[in-house]
């Protein structure tokens, strides 16, 4: 039923092993002046017209995952044009680890904006400290362009993968971005003495193969995952094009990394030039291929592929990391699954939502037509968005 504030509840009990969020709270965000979502850990599909706010209700939760969202925007973009400038998403979250209160908004201190994160009622470091207890996976329409745009795409979809196999990975990847920025500001202010710069380069390397080797571990148990992978949907092989990682391939950690402040060291002069480090993990690409769809046909490059296929081998990917997710985690990662049903033949529609079911995931699909979920009625909660407002329909 609709709530007085503009919230739905949906009313079943969350089932052992699940991960959920039973409350979804949000306030001044994007088109949402105030909405309230009561939850149960099924499947959750969000239909209604474009421009609704069904993404927007997407965009929120994945705040509550490290890193920007899933549009990577800036935070005072995410602030409700009529509102005051600041914006919250709140939501409590169950688990086989118990329940726990978090969230995430800005505020305006003297015309200064200021993200807060908050873990059970304590002021938390950042985003990073979600990973700690929700694993949170998206896709989105922007992402079916992964395999042929720059690089930088396709590595922060890696660090999402990895982000679930391994929290602490946000952590490094957050470390490493701060130490990387310091030595780019010494290099381009060129103040500080050779031994400073020494210590802030060995740091540098130090956290880079750390970086480096979570994203080496990750990929080598998703290709295994993916190996097992049954069912309409290609298989994807995954591989690293990194200085780094390759090193690891052939040599101790410890050598790699001294070889990397070396390189870091010797390049001062040219990276400075450059406006920043010519190698390193912020360079690393993930490769991937489609396999033959007979045995002995020739390998594709995910890029050559056509785009059904393209979205195909994403969900593929998606659903290979959230098995391994459920698995050394305990339970299945919320999916934010934006428009994914519409693009989808029937088999591959069926085989989507009956993975999901077996994950026991809470996904959350969103689309115009209401028909394209058929299959999961009875085992889903249906919402209808209408307006930047939320209608239980079942």
């Known amino acids: 039923m609709e709530t007085a504030r503009g919230g739905v509840t949906a009313g079943a009990e969350i089932a052992t092993g699940t991960l959920a969020l039973r409350r979804l709270m949000l306030t001044d965000f994007r088109g949402y002046r105030e909405a309230s979502l009561n939850l149960d850990a099924r499947p959750l599909v969000l239909t209604g017209p474009n421009g609704a706010g069904k993404t927007n209700l997407l965009e929120a939760v994945s705040m509550l995952a490290p890193g920007r969202g899933l549009r990577r925007a800036k935070l005072s973009e995410l602030a409700r044009n009529d509102g005051a400038g600041g914006w919250a998403v709140a939501a409590r979250i169950e688990g086989p680890h118990g329940s ?26 950042g ?22 745009e720059a690089a930088a795409s396709r590595r922060r979809f890696l660090d999402r993968l990895v982000f679930g196999i391994d929290p602490d990975h946000a952590r490094r990847v957050g470390a490493y971005e701060r130490v990387m920025r310091s030595r780019n500001r010494l290099l381009k202010e060129r103040t500080g003495d050779g031994s400073w710069m020494t210590a802030l380069e060995a740091q540098m390397a130090a956290t880079a193969i750390a970086v480096a080797a979570a994203r080496r571990d990750a990929v080598a148990w998703l290709s295994a995952a993916l190996e097992k992978s049954v069912g309409p949907f290609p298989r994807a092989r995954l591989a690293l094009e990194g200085e780094l990682e390759n090193g690891l391939d052939q040599e101790p950690a410890v050598e790699v990394e001294q070889r990397f402040a070396d390189r870091l060291k010797a390049n001062r002069s040219r990276d400075a030039a450059a ?4 190698a390193g993990p912020h360079r690393t690409d993930l490769l991937v291929w489609m396999a033959g769809h007979k045995d002995g046909a020739p390998e594709m490059p995910a890029a050559q592929c056509s785009t059904g296929e393209q979205k195909a ?9 959230a098995r391994l997710e459920t698995a050394r985690r305990g339970a299945a990662p919320v999916l934010l699954l934006d428009e994914v049903a519409a693009h989808l033949d029937p088999d591959r529609r069926a085989a989507l939502f009956g993975e999901i079911l077996a994950l026991n995931a809470q996904a959350w699909l969103t689309g115009t037509d209401r028909d394209w979920f058929d299959e999961l009625r009875g085992r ?15």
Not at 275 to 278: M, Y
């Open 100 to 125: 726990h209160e978090v969230g995430t908004g800005v505020t305006l201190d003297g015309g200064t904006e200021r993200r807060v994160v908050r873990v059970d009622g304590r002021n938390a470091g």
């Open 313 to 321: 081998l994403l969900i593929a990917i998606v659903l290979a990391n």
């Open 380 to 394: 889903a909660a249906f919402v209808a968005v209408r307006d930047a407002t939320v209608r239980l329909e079942e």
């Open 127 to 148: 985003p990073a400290a979600f990973g700690d207890l929700l694993g949170i996976q998206w896709l989105t329409p922007q992402m079916d362009r992964l395999f042929i």
């Open 275 to 278: 406006g920043g480090a010519g």
